[in-house]
C-alpha cells in the first residue's frame, strides 16, 4: 500500500498496512453491526447490574446493539463495564454526547459508537479521528448534508421523527436515497414495519428493550427483530 504526497511516494510496510486496514475495517464492522441488528436499546440506568440485566435480554432476543446515555454521570463506567463483561458480544455506544470531550472520554471507556441529539462538527472531527461510527441528531437536510461530509454513519432523526412519524424518514430520503437514517421516539411493535417501509435503517427503543425482567426485554427483541427481518428479506 502506498500513500502519494505532494513530494514523496511513501511506500508502508505489511505490518503498518494491517494496522491502517485494521483502523478503517473498525469503523465499517461497527456500523455493519449495526445496519445488521436494525435496532438498538436506548439505556438510562444508574448501575451496572441494571445494564447487564438490559444486556443479557437483548443478546438473547437478537439485539446486541446498547446505547449507553450520558445523561448519567456514571455512564463511562456502566460502559467500561459492560465491555469488559461481554466483550465482543455486545456493541456498546454512548449516546447524548453533546461535545467532543464527552465523545473522546466515551472512546476511552470503550464506546464503539457515538450518537447525539444535535450535529457537533467537533464531535464528527473526533469520531472520525478515532473511527468511531457517529450518528448526530439533524432536523433539516442541510444540516444532515453537512453531518455526511464530516462522516457521520447514520442521520439520527430527532427530535422531529416524534412530530412527522415515519414519513420522515422519506422526507429525507426523497432527494438522498442513500441517507442512513437512525430513528428513534415514537416507534413501537405495532408501527415498527411502517418505520421501515419508509425506508428507516436503524430503530432506537425505549421501554421495549430496557423495562422489565431479562426475559421479558429477550422476548421483546426477538419480536423486534422478526419485524426486521420479514421485511428485509421481503424487499432486499
Known sequence: MKFVSHFYVVAVPQAGQRY???????????????????????????????????????????IPVMEMSFTQNNAGDIIEGLVKKYGDNLCIGAGTVLDCETARYAILKGAEFIIAPNYSPEVAKVCNRYQVPYAPGCTSVSEAV???????????????????????????????????ILASGGINLDNLSI???????????????????SDEIAENAVRIRKIIVDYRNKNN
Open 195 to 213: 418505520w421501515l417501509e419508509n425506508g428507516v435503517d436503524l430503530c432506537g427503543f425505549g421501554g421495549l428493550l430496557t423495562k422489565g425482567s
Open 146 to 180: 453537512d453531518a455526511l461530509s464530516m462522516g457521520a454513519a447514520f442521520i439520527k432523526a430527532f427530535p422531529i421523527s416524534d412530530f412527522y412519524g415515519p414519513k420522515l424518514v422519506k422526507i429525507f430520503k426523497t432527494p438522498i436515497p442513500d441517507m442512513p
Open 20 to 62: 491502517a486496514m485494521g483502523i478503517i475495517m473498525k469503523k465499517l464492522n461497527v456500523t455493519q453491526k449495526m445496519y445488521e441488528a436494525g435496532a438498538l436499546a436506548i439505556v438510562r440506568v444508574e448501575t451496572l447490574e441494571r445494564a447487564c440485566e438490559i444486556a443479557t435480554g437483548c443478546i438473547k432476543g437478537g
